[in-house]
């Protein structure tokens, strides 16, 4: 059984990096539409029996989308340690961690990278960028301590090569495409996309705001 866990911000603090060209509000519809994303795609995968939302009290509840309450929302690392806590996490055979902010990823690559793992294994994905960690895969669920953040990807992969476990480096490009920096939201608007982050951009009249700059 594969669990998938997606760690999400306060709406009120994600995507700051984008506040010189998004206002507050707009970011918070942003970080929605790409998490609606996420969730459809995870819906979609055969191989994902359940989805838990790490948020804290603020945030809505999805329909058919567990929740785990953070008491206080500190960053994706503690948002793991606290999915771990909870038996339905911990117990599983394997737990994908993805982040809320990948608009593009598919059903296809999902499917791709959780594929049937082997016991005792790490499965990871970076960005685009090579910097930071766009997925992990763990079998079991608590075989890895996280370290997310600026050069994550890296750090996991270290950290992982001296646990004496199969590590697996899957690059797929919807998986490889975050949405953290103003080039990334300006490159992401460049294609029309299926795709709610898209609709939103294009309705609420963002995209034609950013095909000017």
């Known amino acids: 059984m594969v669990v998938a866990v997606v760690p999400l911000k306060n709406l009120k603090s994600a995507k700051s990096r984008l506040s010189d060209i998004l206002a507050e509000g707009e970011r918070q519809e942003l970080v929605l539409a790409m998490l609606n994303d996420v969730l459809v795609t995870l819906k979609e995968s055969q191989l994902v029996e359940e989805i838990f939302i790490v948020a804290d009290k603020h945030f809505n509840p999805v329909s058919n989308v567990q929740m785990i309450t953070e008491t206080e929302n500190r960053g994706y690392d503690e948002a793991i340690i606290e999915a771990l806590r909870d038996s339905r ?7 994908l961690i993805l ?18 793992p082997e016991d005792k294994s790490i499965r990871i994905a970076g960005a685009r960028d090579q ?9 079991p669920p608590s075989l890895l301590a996280t370290s997310f953040g600026v050069g994550s990807f890296e750090r996991h992969k270290r950290v992982a090569s001296g646990l004496s476990v199969k590590i697996e480096e899957i690059n797929l490009p919807g998986l490889a495409f975050d949405m ?14 299926d795709t709610n982050t898209y609709r939103f951009l294009n309705e609420s009249g963002i995209v034609k705001r950013l095909t000017k700059l």
């Open 99 to 116: 982040p809320a902010d990948l608009p593009l990823v598919t059903k296809d690559e999902l499917n791709i990278f959780i594929g049937n």
């Open 180 to 193: 953290d920096t103003e080039k990334d939201l300006i490159d992401f608007v460049k294609t029309k996309s």
């Open 89 to 95: 996490v911990n117990e599983a055979q394997s737990m």
């Open 131 to 139: 910097d930071g960690t766009n997925a992990l895969l763990m079998k």
